[in-house]
């Protein structure tokens, strides 16, 4: 990861999480490159109404896809959510909440940073 990763916080960006292991390159951190089209910057604690209605949008987060290294999640879990999912849900009001120390700043060129932190993660 290059030093200059930083999050929403202006700090080194932190690990999301590992367990499932997330984010574009599948290293458990919210980063991106050119190639990411979906910019999977937010880090994000999933819950159920999130995980609806992301399925209802077309995109099922709930199935193992192993073909994809991808577990299937459940409400709790942490995921490396593309920014424009995560401001969809905001407007919905099902937004999940925000890790903001891994969440890569890139996120604020589409969600302001006081909507990220009305969303902060209050857990561990």
Known sequence: MKDTELSVLSQPLQLCCSDPLTGWYRDGFCRTDEQDHG????????????????????????TPRPEFRFPGLKAGDRWCLC????REAWEAGVAPPVVLESTHRKALDYIPLDVLAEHAYEGE
């Open 83 to 86: 920014a424009l999912r995560w």
């Open 39 to 62: 910019s999977h910057v937010v880090c994000a604690v999933v819950t159920d109404e999130f995980l609806s209605f992301t399925r209802s949008r077309g995109n099922d987060l709930q």
